[in-house]
């Protein structure tokens, strides 16, 4: 009896830890929303905002977020960087994806773990380190120099996501259509490519919220013109807080989620296609 | 090694990226890591000086022939714009340099020479009697140095040529370095405990929960890393919701906010938000595939649940806690956004030093010197990564 009580208590014990756990991790993303629509220029729940009055909520920060020039080019040049970015990134990294799933490849380790690096290095490095180079070689405070950043910092996605679906992908496919006469591009773009295509654009999405999210590096490279909105949301928390970022956060939440929901039902097509 | 076939048409794939990587990543940390240990500037601008300073024994004042290329070396730098790069690195070695060396750039254009430069720089200048003005103009002239390695290390070199640490007070980047070291384990071990739990919770929850508990994960994983950031200023603010929330419960009295954020608190809390998801997924993905099975295996051979778990289950979820611990240890040495804007002062690792050198103390050798040592430990940890899981096992999402 005593046995069976204590195993109920850690089981309780276990549940509330969790609980908790979890709070932890989705409370701050939420408690964002609702204070997103507060009237007043305050970072916390005014005494009408908990009476649910009417009065105490507004748009006011969503307004100012829509008619501050600032805020809609930096949107503008977070999209062309981004999308410059991915589509150089996705190119490059399915190719090598394909490279590194075939059988015949020297030093898969090594080039596995070059082509990776990028992920794993500590961010403010690269950005030192591209700001030094880029500027030396004229691209400092370019489009182009901060797309070509990106485009290394995306790249790593893509080669992760495409091999893993490669690793699904049944090379036999390949050969029934070359029986069938069909020649290397042919076979790619009309057998492994539509085959693979959900993984090639989950790795595409991850590469371009990559870009999305990036302030290090577009701090120290970028110039006035370049200003993103992780660039004007740094700004905005350094300097002038004030409740417009949040109205921006709640835009790139809504992102997160429409990414996330995508990159699921992906895998679910790509699961499908095996 | 022969090029034909399938081998030539892998490798022919996977070269553009190669060259991509090469060119836009690995060049870039090429130039950065250089400049720890190659610094070309002084020698360049004043190469005349430092020609005559040759052979000088470091007694008392040089020849008139250091003191006269200097006077014609310094106004010229002015006018080229170059003299800054002089000034700050000699500024570095011995302080008040600065001054004294735009000072005399300035002065000694409009300076009549009256038969010895030597009397004339001295006139505007007494530091340049001193043998110490001209020891630091001299160091700072050779090209390849590893005086950043050596401050980046706490260490300096003593009069008579021997290498020792600094003393204690002046030591500021090895207690950093370990203090970052901690940091990061410290996180780790804190993602672990709770990462662990949940994870065996959504591997052990009947599929329809488990996708709902997966997407609580992944829901902040995707959400941009500012977005979180700001979240925890706005949770955690001296205004902020839980203070506010304190004060109206009557828990804490107006005048004493919590200090939650700006400092140490701030930092851990707020990388343990981030990086906490990187812990969770690995461990998932292991704990999914573990039968249930061999638990009740465990249990009607007659292990109690703790014997069980730490003899049978426990065991089996190692790969995910190398996995997960390595990936998150990883991330936690190099950051930089969460402690530049929620750290206040208390709060700051290594990568923020390193900021500071290169934007506002404009010491990029040092910044260099630090970078290559955060750079290898991380590289070390990477390829400790690589051997033990594999890097093409690592799974995003």
Known sequence: MNALLVRRAGHYGFIAFCAAAFIFLVAPILVIVPLSFNAEPYFTFTEGMLRLDPEAYSLRWYQNVIEDEAWSRALINSLVIGSAATLLATALGTLAALGLASPAMPGRALITGILISPMVTPIIIVAVGMFFFYSSIGLGQSYTGLILAHAALGAPFVVITVTATLSGFDPILLRAAASLGAGPLRRFFRVQLPLIAPGVFSGGLFAFATSFDEVVVVLFMGGLEQRTIPRQMWSGIREQISPSILAVAVFLIAFAVLALFTVQWLRGRSAQAR | ?397
């Open chain 2, 1 to 397: 090694m022969r090029l034909r076939g399938p081998r030539a048409t892998a490798v022919a794939l996977t070269l553009p990226l190669l060259a991509f990587i090469a060119a836009s990543f690995v060049a870039p940390l090429g130039t950065l890591l250089s400049k720890s240990a190659y610094e070309p500037n002084v020698a360049n601008i004043l190469p005349r000086t430092l020609a005559a300073l040759d052979g000088w024994s470091g007694d008392g004042p040089p020849a008139e022939a250091a003191f006269a290329a200097i006077a014609e070396e310094l106004p010229k730098a002015r006018q080229e714009r170059t003299l800054v790069r002089v000034a700050g690195p000699v500024n570095r070695l011995k302080s008040g340099m600065r001054r004294v060396l735009t000072r005399t750039a300035r002065q000694v254009e409009t300076t009549e020479f009256a038969g010895s430069w030597r009397e004339a720089l001295i006139g505007i200048n007494p530091a340049w009697e001193e043998p110490d003005t001209w020891l630091a103009i001299q160091a700072a002239g050779t090209r390849f140095t590893l005086r950043h390695y050596l401050q980046a290390l706490d260490l300096e070199r003593r009069p008579d040529g021997s290498i020792g640490l600094q003393p204690e007070e002046s030591r500021i980047y090895m207690p950093l370095l370990w203090r970052t070291l901690l940091v990061s384990l410290g996180v780790t071990l804190l993602c672990l405990a709770i990462g662990y739990p949940i994870a065996h919770l959504i591997a052990t929850s009947p599929p329809k929960r488990s996708n709902l508990l997966l997407l609580m994960v992944l829901v902040p994983f995707w959400t941009s890393l500012l977005v979180r950031t700001t979240a925890w200023i706005v949770l955690l603010q001296r205004q902020g919701v839980i203070n506010s929330l304190l004060v109206a419960l009557g828990l804490t009295p107006d005048s004493e906010r919590l200090e939650m954020i700006y400092n140490m608190t701030g930092t851990f809390t707020a990388m343990t938000h981030v990086l906490l998801p990187f812990m969770v997924l690995p461990l998932y993905s292991v704990m999914r595939s573990i039968p249930p099975t061999h638990m009740a295996a465990a249990a009607s051979l007659g292990a109690n649940p703790v014997q069980g778990f730490i003899r049978v289950y426990l065991p089996q979820t190692l790969p995910g806690i190398g996995a997960g611990g390595l990936l998150v240890f990883i991330l936690a040495i190099g950051y930089y956004i969460t402690p530049a804007l929620v750290g206040g002062r208390s709060g700051q690792l290594i990568s923020n030093m390193i900021a500071y050198h290169v934007q506002t103390s404009l010491n990029w050798g040092l910044a260099a010197a630090l970078s290559s040592i955060l750079l290898v430990a991380v590289l070390g940890l990477y390829l400790i990564y690589s051997r033990l899981i594999g890097i093409d096992r690592m799974r995003l999402g």
